[in-house]
């Protein structure tokens, strides 16, 4: 653990860059995200998610709930910071005590085309970073293999997406790619391609889920893209007792997930 002189000053060099991770233009500049919260932190240290540097409060110290693993990190930065500083690289209504610098982490769709009776959740266009962030969580708690974020889908690493995961983040293949060539290539493989409609005749629980299948989800208030449309294998719809015309994107997610994993013995 290396740890260099405090930085209490808002116009600090390091602090306007960690400011700019608040933002895709800088993520993307950078190719580093912002992890907040003592449980996130722990997590992306436990699974090795390439933690860089940790700022945490010099007022505070570091949390006793990481300070093992952050002494174990012999390469690991940690910088003790103002609070102000913590409040600046922040989009938390209540700043945290601690905040690590994570490198992202590039995994291939390949790996996900490799795995017989894969279960992957697809994303078209979901914009909100709840919903994302809970379709990764439900595809971690089911075993899922993975999740795939097509073109217009949410920034995976908005810090708001990031706390969504809580943690499911650094233990889920999750990865960007073009979807019409990916499905091109996913049902030449035996993939199913599903998706759920309000006119589907078939409900998520007389459906196959046992085979390779992957669940499409698509925007918010549009639904999947025409062109993604067109690529579907498999229509479902979600059964519904009461009055409720729909569910949101995560929880139709969530449901199908779970039939996935109880048709499949778990």
């Known amino acids: 653990m290396r740890r260099p002189e405090p930085i209490a000053s808002l116009h600090n060099p390091r602090v306007k860059l960690w400011a700019q991770l608040l ?9 580093t995200y912002l992890v907040e919260g003592i449980h996130l ?6 699974w090795k998610a390439g933690v860089e540097t940790l700022l945490y409060s010099e007022q505070r110290g570091i949390p006793s709930e990481i300070e093992t693993l952050v002494s174990s990190e012999a390469e690991l930065e940690c910088v003790p910071v103002s609070e102000q500083v913590l409040a600046k690289c922040s989009d938390a209504q209540t700043p945290q005590p601690v905040i690590a610098i994570v490198r992202k982490t590039a995994h291939s769709a390949e790996r996900l085309l490799d795995i017989s009776d894969s279960l992957v959740v697809v994303t078209d266009g979901v914009q909100d970073p709840g919903n994302l ?19 217009g889908t949410v920034d995976l690493y908005n810090p708001k997406t990031v706390r969504s995961t809580m943690g499911s983040l650094f233990h889920m293949t999750v990865v960007e790619a ?6 091109a290539e996913a049902r030449s493989r035996g993939v199913r391609l599903v998706n759920t409609s309000l006119q589907a005749q078939q409900t998520c ?17 549009k639904g999947v893209s025409p062109e993604v449309a067109a690529q579907i ?22 449901v199908l997930l779970f039939e996935a994993m109880r048709q499949r013995g778990v």
């Open 23 to 31: 933002d895709k233009k800088g993520r993307d500049k950078h190719g």
């Open 41 to 46: 932190v722990q997590e992306a240290l436990i």
């Open 233 to 254: 294998d498999e229509h479902v719809i979600i059964p519904m007792k009461g009055q409720a015309e729909s569910l949101n994107v995560a929880m139709a997610a969530t």
């Open 178 to 183: 073009e979807l019409l060539p990916l499905f």
């Open 133 to 151: 962030g809970t379709i990764i969580r439900s595809a971690d708690a089911v075993g899922a293999s993975g999740v795939v974020l097509g073109k």
């Open 205 to 221: 629980y007389d459906a196959d889920f046992t085979g390779p299948t992957w669940f499409v989800l698509g925007n918010e208030g």
